[in-house]
């Protein structure tokens, strides 16, 4: 990489920091899908078509987009997030998403992971909102900042040196963390720190999303989470849209397409460990929820960001 691809003014126009942040991701990816990198918690995303609204789960994370776009359904909502923009999913729900990409303009971004960790120690020192949402949005896109562009080429550009990566790799995901912080998504980040209903319901999911293949007592959950079984359904439905039994049936749905699409497991193997006893039930709901039965199903694996 050559020295003036790392050099990045302050005062860059926005086309030009999405050539730029495209012209540090193109050479590190070789094929479609969410590719891992030598940075623990960031992956590079890159997709050469186009592929139609379909059901999806996004890890806790951040999305950068640099080329290309998505539009994600979630409950009433519709959520554009292109070139320019970027994702916070404070918590993993269920939505639909459909990408827009072509092979001479494919859709290229860069997904990280939330460490809640880095996120604590950040929210000690970022003021926070001073009239806070009771309850932010679980999943909102925004515009991508001078300052949010240029944390995220910082971080690109240790990919392309080892010793930089390991030397200074933590503290370039902290400052894209902390330019998501004082963002106008911010508050949804913070609130996962608290112990009110929305930080409870994160927990929540931190739990189904462990433990989807295990039976579902939703009372237990409740429980853990310092929640009445009534109080935790009300709050749940309201954040995710779904109540905990139809989320959980969407998660374990999920993670066995990615199975069957990845042909690690056929659909009886598949079926089983997801928690499903029945096959036979197993493939009426996956053909009510995805519109195909599973054993035809041509959904590529590279989709899947789990």
């Known amino acids: 990489m050559s020295d003036a691809m790392l050099q990045f003014p302050s005062d860059v126009a926005p ?82 998403c459909e990408t827009q990409a072509t092979p001479e303009a494919p859709l290229l971004g860069v997904f990280i992971s939330i460490d809640m960790i880095m996120l604590g120690e950040l929210a000690q020192v970022v003021p926070g909102a001073l009239n806070p949402q009771e309850a932010p949005e679980l999943m909102a896109a925004e515009t991508l900042t ?98 905990p039994l139809q989320y959980q049936k969407r998660i374990r749905l999920l993670k066995a397409r990615a199975l069957i699409a990845a042909r690690t497991h056929n659909v009886s193997s598949a079926a089983s460990a997801v928690g499903y006893q029945s096959p036979s039930q197993f493939s009426r709901e996956y053909k009510r929820y995805f519109g195909h039965q599973p054993a035809g199903d041509q959904y590529p694996a590279h989709q899947h960001i789990n």
């Open 15 to 96: 086309d030009l920091l999405h050539r730029r942040l495209c012209d540090l991701i193109t050479p590190l990816v070789d094929r479609d899908g969410y590719l891992p990198t030598a940075l623990e918690g960031v992956k590079l995303m890159a997709l050469h078509g186009s592929h139609q609204r379909t059901p999806l789960v996004y890890e806790p994370g951040l999305i950068i987009i640099a080329q290309g776009g998505k539009t994600g359904y979630l409950g009433t909502r519709t959520i554009h997030y292109g070139a320019g923009h970027y994702l916070v999913q404070a918590m993993p729900v269920p939505f639909e």
């Open 146 to 243: 001078a300052a949010m562009g240029h944390s995220v080429m910082h971080l690109l550009e240790c990919l392309y040196d080892e010793t930089m990566c390991r030397a200074l790799g933590h503290q370039r995901i902290r400052e894209v963390l902390f330019e998501a912080l004082r963002g106008p998504q911010g508050e949804s980040l913070r609130q996962l720190l608290q112990q009110n209903q929305y930080g409870r319901i994160g927990h929540a999911l931190e739990t189904l999303h462990r433990d989807y293949a295990q039976p579902l007592s939703v009372e237990t959950l409740a429980d853990k989470v310092n929640m009445s079984a009534s109080a935790f359904h009300h709050h749940f439905k309201r954040l995710t849209h779904l109540s």
